[in-house]
């Protein structure tokens, strides 16, 4: 049985999130899995720094995240990196050796910053990198990488664009959950076609952002069936449960979650998802075909992913909130454009799939 160790980190659940997928596409092509966060199991001290950092810097102070983002996009960055990772690197090390991989697999990209010195020493397990936004940081770069996953041709170039040889880059989508390929609901069939159907998400931390959206829909004189997804964020769940208490919506339908594995079910029964656009949340309404909003965004990653988005023309970016019933108001009016963005959603994921990475990874075994 082919080994493969999948590397991730906590610095948001989308990194979880794709490992988890790619374990589910190797674990179905008979591999044994090991998957490892290989800070929070090597490094308590770095982990909760990194992770914490990441948490209070996005969801606090976002342009400060955006500014540090922009100064670390440069090739000097993973020559830092190995410096603050060494023993950490020690501890991966050992973990290679007792396992003895056939592929490594990284969905974070500081993962960079331990396994390009162990190339060095010698080690000769294929790695693949999982690009898991749509613009490629130059954490992302650096020749110990065999073979990079993106979700797109137009995060392809952008590796290109920093040297890397377009030969190693495969744009067949970041891994999600198998469910939003495969799951079939009923959910399309329960709509009522009077109510038009927004799904509001903030990703796994819930940024409150999410309330100052919600205010401005409710707004809406038109009738809306808004779902609210706070992610772990129950301080925000529950003052929104407190403010639709409080109030009486004219035309309005309203359900307030917290977390739940559920977002598939809830994308189908949706015309249009409102978010910040994260590269999992993005790659998840993709598949599903669903047109994508962005009222706001955490300034670094996300704002390239808009670049991306907009670009492409998969998506709509609302640089005044006090704007976003305009957009809505026209989608609802001129039902032929939310056909024209499904059918270039569709285009686009029709390049997706969750099993070419384990023929990628075969190729690579092969040929070491």
């Known amino acids: 049985m082919k080994k493969v160790l999948i590397l991730t980190t ?12 790619v374990a589910e596409s190797f674990q179905n092509a008979g591999y044994e899995i090991t998957k490892l966060d290989f800070l929070a199991k090597n490094s308590k001290f770095l982990n909760d720094i990194i992770v914490m950092a990441y948490e209070i810097s996005a969801a606090k102070f976002p342009r400060t995240y955006g500014l540090f983002y922009n100064l ?26 007792e396992i003895q991989p056939d592929i490594i697999i990284a969905t974070h990209s500081i993962n960079i910053s331990v396994i390009s ?12 990198l999982v690009v898991t936004d749509f613009k490629a940081h130059y954490l ?38 198998s469910r939003f390929y495969t799951e079939i609901t009923s959910a399309d069939t329960l709509k009522d076609d009077e109510y038009f159907n927004i799904l509001l998400m903030g990703g796994s931390l819930g940024l409150n952002t999410i309330f100052k959206v919600l205010k401005e829909l409710l707004k809406n004189p038109k009738k809306l069936r808004i ?14 449960v407190k403010y639709c208490h409080e109030n009486n919506f004219t035309n309005k339908k309203l359900h307030i979650l ?12 949706c015309d249009v998802i409102v978010s910040k656009p994260g590269g999992l949340t993005v790659t998840e309404s993709i598949v599903k075909n669903i047109p994508l909003v962005i009222p706001f965004a955490i300034p670094g990653q996300e704002s390239e992913n808009i670049d991306f988005l907009t670009t492409e023309g998969y998506s709509i970016y609302i640089k005044d909130l006090s704007k976003i019933n305009d957009t809505v108001n026209h989608l609802i009016d001129n039902p032929d454009e939310l056909i024209n963005l499904r059918l270039k959603l569709k285009e686009l994921s ?19």
Do not use: E, W
């Not at 906590?10 to 979880?16: D, P």
């Not at 993973?78 to 991966?92: A, D, E, G, S, Y």
């Not at 650096?142 to 744009?171: E, F, H, M, W």
């Open 140 to 177: 992302y770069v650096d020749s110990c990488v065999d073979a990079y996953i993106t979700g797109s041709n137009y995060t392809k170039q952008s590796l290109v664009a920093r040297n890397v040889s377009p030969n190693k880059i495969y744009p067949i989508g970041i891994p999600i959950s």
């Open 227 to 240: 779902t609210v997804v706070c992610g772990k964020n129950n301080h925000l769940k529950n003052k929104l």
């Open 350 to 368: 029709s390049t997706y799939s969750l099993t070419k990475i384990v023929d990628i990874a075969n190729d690579l075994i092969s040929n070491k």
């Open 258 to 269: 917290g977390f739940t594995q559920d977002i598939s079910y809830l994308m189908d029964y």
């Open 10 to 21: 906590s610095t948001g659940q989308g990194h979880n999130q794709a490992a988890t997928s």
């Open 117 to 128: 010195d162990l190339k060095k020493q010698g080690l000769k397990t294929p790695f693949i």
């Open 72 to 97: 670390t996009d440069n090739k000097f960055i993973n020559k830092f990196l190995k410096l603050i990772f060494f023993m950490t690197r020690k501890k991966v090390s050992k973990v290679i050796n």
